[in-house]
């Protein structure tokens, strides 16, 4: 992943430990491609339906320790903002 203007950039893998469609995606991060998959950071997305044009996205996750909890979070809500504004375009 990296930001369009190349200020910042880092590599993601993981696996899928749980999906059910349209409501749940589960998985656990990982520096490296070939890293076990129980040693990594987990992260859970819920997708809870609000209405027929809504949908709420709740993620919550485990936070590295490189960087603050909140520093975090401001990351996680923009992937979302963008998230939101793909799929409404």
């Known amino acids: 992943m990296e930001a369009k203007d190349g200020s910042l950039g880092f590599d993601s893998s993981g ?18 491609p070939d890293q076990a998959p129980k040693s990594g950071r987990k992260v859970e997305v819920n ?6 044009l809504q949908t709420r996205v709740t993620v919550t996750f485990n936070p590295e320790s490189e960087n603050t909890e909140e520093l ?17 375009g």
Not at 47 to 52: A, K, Q
């Open 15 to 32: 696996f899928y430990t749980q999906i059910i469609d349209q409501k749940l995606i589960k998985y656990i991060m990982t520096s490296e």
């Open 47 to 52: 997708f809870e339906s609000i209405s027929n």
């Open 72 to 88: 975090q979070k401001q990351g996680w809500q923009a992937i979302l903002n963008n998230f939101k504004k793909y799929t409404e």
